[in-house]
């Protein structure tokens, strides 16, 4: 049974800074690609950020320079480090891995960022 478990979120204020977790179980961690989703009222689900097996990683353009994820196979554990944060950023984060195009979603944690 796949489990992806997300922490870290949480109220911040703007220009504040956030680290998100995700702890994955029932799979093999490191031969998956993991990413960070986001969802804000009203909006789709948007891709934040990737990082694949090989380590390379892609950003949303609205991420990039203020974000960063990374993984630590032996912890199965998946990061996203948010930084400079904006109220635009204030949504559900979910943990995503996927292998073969077969996808596991974590329950997501909710990101405020307000003063």
């Known amino acids: 049974q796949v489990q992806l478990v997300e922490s870290g979120g949480g109220l911040v204020q703007p220009g504040g800074s956030l680290r998100l977790s995700c702890g994955a179980s029932?799979?093999?961690?490191?031969?998956?690609?993991m990413g960070w989703y986001r969802q804000a009222p009203g909006k789709q689900r948007e891709l934040v950020a990737v990082?694949?097996?090989?380590?390379?990683?892609n950003y949303a353009d609205s991420a990039k320079g203020r974000f960063a994820i990374s993984r630590d196979n032996g912890k199965n554990t998946v990061y996203l480090q948010m930084n400079s944060l904006k109220p635009e950023d204030t949504a559900v984060y979910y943990c995503?891995?996927?292998?073969?195009?077969?996808?596991?979603w974590g329950q997501g944690t909710q990101v405020t960022v307000s003063s």
């Open positions: 995503n891995a996927e292998l073969g195009g077969v996808q596991h």
């Open positions: 990082i694949r097996r090989s380590g390379s990683t």
């Open positions: 029932g799979i093999i961690f490191s031969i998956y690609t």
